[in-house]
Every structure is written in C-alpha cells, then in structure tokens.
C-alpha cells in the first residue's frame, strides 16, 4: 500500500522569497517520488523525480527536492519564487504494486500563490 | 511528437446520455491511466492499462468502462452519465520500466446536467 500527504493545501509568498512545499509519503516497497506543475486551465508537467539515485534532485525553473527516508519526506523547495510560480504543484509516490504493476498515487496538491 | 492527445476537449451531457473519451500517445507506451480532478482532491485513478488488450479498475471506477484495443488507444465510456460525474479528465502514459514518468493529455472538461 502507498499514500501521500501534502501538508498545506495553499502556500502564500511574496516574489523573491523561498518557496517550500511540504509532502510525506507511505510506501511499502522502494518508492519513485515525482513532483508535477499544474498551470491554471493546463495539462501536469513534470518537475523533477527521484528514482533511487541522488537524494537530492534537481528539476526544471529552479525547483528541487530532496528525499530523506527517516522522515519519509520529498519537500520541494526554490530559492527565490517567480510570479509565474504560481499554480498547483502535486506529489505522486509510485511503487511496486501487487501484479507487478506501477501505480501511481497522487496528492490533494498544494496551491502556491505569489505576491508581487 | 504529438505525445498524449484527448479527445473532445469540452462536453456537455444530460443526466443518462453515454459518451466515450479518447486517449490516444504516439510513443509506443505500455501504461496508460484515466483519471478525473475535483477541486481539493487531487487526481484520482479511475482505470489503468498495463498493455494491449488489459484493463485495471484504480481508485474510482464505479460508472466507467475503458477498452485498449489498440496499443496507442485508451477509451473511457460513461454508459449513463450522472452529474457526480462532472469533472476533468486526464488521460496519461508512460513507459514500462520503474520510475519512468507519466505524460499527460490536456484535459478534457465534462459537464453533467
């Protein structure tokens, strides 16, 4: 069994500031962890994902994630946020499922708002 | 590259009309997933494909067929629709192997009066 949780529905920050998104997951075999970028009236893109490599992973805009297993953890963070940040960010957990399948599992999302 | 294609893009029903969602990907990949997106729910699985001709019911399959005839091709039938069934849907692919990412279509908008 697999879950994931991100701890706030919405994050607020002014323009420049460091942007922190928070996600834990649960999972019963070797996960893969994925953060995606929803734009407003838009398909999911792709930002970066860990598959047992670095720990820390760097993805596209400045965004990167870093996975700490004792805390079952895959926060994403940016140093200095853009006003064009702006949108819904989701995590997935994927693994190993029962058949050999993979299915992925995917977070309520968080909301990042940006303040100019 | 087209990618992963949807078809329509919008579409209004009456309560009890039945219509089919297309999924089509020119890239040759195993997976392939339907799901739909409520306001605070995230996306939700409502059928997967591990191949051609295999289907799988996910977290939310009550009131939905889906057929993979064909490899690029992944169909999602509402038989009877019900305005519970107003949503986004999101059709996705991806390669067989661990890790690999999903590619989503662009969405299709369903409304259920």
């Known amino acids: 069994a697999q879950s994931v949780t991100q701890l706030d529905s919405h994050v607020s920050v002014s323009e420049g500031t460091p942007v922190l998104l928070r996600c834990n997951y649960s999972?019963?075999?070797?996960?893969?962890l994925f953060w995606y970028v929803q734009h407003p009236n838009k398909g999911l893109q792709l930002l970066l994902k860990?598959?047992?490599?670095?720990?820390l992973v760097k993805g596209i805009n400045g965004f990167e994630a870093e996975f700490k297993k004792s805390e079952t953890s895959f926060h994403l963070t940016k140093p200095s946020a853009h006003m064009s940040d702006a949108a819904e960010y989701f995590c997935?957990?994927?693994?190993?499922?029962?058949?050999?399948?993979?299915?992925?599992?995917f977070g309520r999302g968080t909301s990042l708002i940006v303040h100019p | 590259n087209a990618g992963v294609t949807q078809t329509p893009k919008f579409r209004v029903l009456k309560t009890g009309q039945s219509m089919t969602l297309l999924c089509a990907q020119d890239?040759?990949?195993?997976?392939m997933y339907w799901y739909r997106q409520d306001p605070g729910m995230g996306l939700r699985l409502i059928h997967y494909?591990?191949?051609?001709?295999?289907?799988a019911k996910g977290e939310v399959p009550d009131g939905y067929n889906v057929s993979r005839l064909k490899k690029q091709n992944f169909l999602l039938g509402l038989e009877s629709a019900a305005p519970s069934q107003t949503s986004v849907y999101f059709c996705?692919?991806?390669?067989?192997?661990?890790?690999?990412?999903?590619?989503f279509g662009p969405g299709t908008r369903l409304t259920v009066l």
């Open positions: 890239m040759n990949h195993e997976y």
């Open positions: 999972s019963s075999y070797s996960p893969s």
């Open positions: 860990y598959t047992s490599a670095a720990t």
């Open positions: 494909s591990v191949g051609e001709g295999t289907t």
């Open positions: 996705a692919s991806r390669p067989l192997w661990r890790g690999d990412t999903q590619y």
């Open positions: 997935v957990v994927s693994a190993h499922a029962s058949g050999g399948s993979y299915i992925p599992t």
